[in-house]
Antibody, heavy 113, light 108 residues
Framework: EVQLVESGGGLVQPGGSLRLSCAAS????????MTWVRQAPGAGLEWISY????????LYADSVRGRFTISRDNAENSLSLQMNSLRVEDTAVYYC???????WGQGTVVTVS | QSVLTQPPSASGTPGQSVTISCSGS????????VYWFQQLPGTAPKLLIY???QRPSGVPDRFSGSKSVTSASLAISGLRSDDEGYYFC?????????FGAGTKVSVL
């Protein structure tokens, strides 16, 4: 069974940093690209970053480029999102998503206030 | 303002059919597949349709997707009360992925 479990969310002041993690299991993590998607309170979905299986292709949304860094550890089956210079508008539920958007984690809440 | 345009709401009575549209452009739907996601209250989004018209295993055939040029549609037939929630379309657009703002489906 595919499982994606996010962690690392919490309350942080504007300008602060957080590191989100996603523990993957139930599939060959090292062969799949991964994505982070967020959802602000009462709002729709926003794609924020993508990383391919070998970390050779990385993409960011304009809203986070230069502040967020996506990375992965295929040996540990984990995906990370380092978030710096956080803003109030980064407040959202952050989802870890498997390639093809076929599996989503339960999300971790980030509150910037 | 979302790159993909969806109606904010749609509704029907149990057993009826509902169709949700998703309008894009040549840079997204025009050259890439469309995905549809269902988000029920308090839950994470779930993939309903991939590659514009394919259903993942476990998704009932009451849900169907189609695409034509720069627009796509999600049809829900035999509407049920547990279909109430939000439905989002998504597609790649050059080097970023874009979503519609979502359509709230209500079962009257």
């Amino acid at each position: 069974e595919v499982q994606l479990v996010e962690s690392g969310g919490g309350l942080v002041q504007p300008g602060g940093s957080l590191r989100l993690s996603c523990a993957a299991s139930g599939f060959a993590f090292s062969t799949y690209s991964m994505t982070w998607v967020r959802q602000a309170p009462g709002a729709g979905l926003e794609w924020i970053s993508y990383i391919n299986s070998g970390s050779t292709s990385i993409l960011y949304a304009d809203s986070v480029r230069g502040r967020f860094t996506i990375s992965r550890d295929n040996a540990e089956n984990s995906l990370s999102l380092q978030m710096n210079s956080l803003r109030v508008e980064d407040t959202a539920v952050y989802y870890c998503v498997k390639s093809g958007f076929d599996y989503w984690g339960q999300g971790t809440v980030v509150t910037v206030s | 303002q979302s790159v993909l345009t969806q109606p904010p709401s749609a509704s029907g009575t149990p057993g009826q059919s509902v169709t949700i549209s998703c309008s894009g452009s040549s840079s997204n739907i025009g050259r890439n597949h469309v995905y549809w996601f269902q988000q029920l209250p308090g839950t994470a989004p779930k993939l309903l349709i991939y590659r514009s018209d394919q259903r993942p295993s476990g998704v009932p055939d009451r849900f169907s997707g189609s695409k034509s040029v720069t627009s796509a549609s999600l049809a829900i037939s035999g509407l049920r009360s547990d279909d109430e929630g939000y439905y989002f379309c998504g597609a790649w657009d050059d080097n970023l992925y874009v979503f519609g703002a979502g359509t709230k489906v209500s079962v009257l």
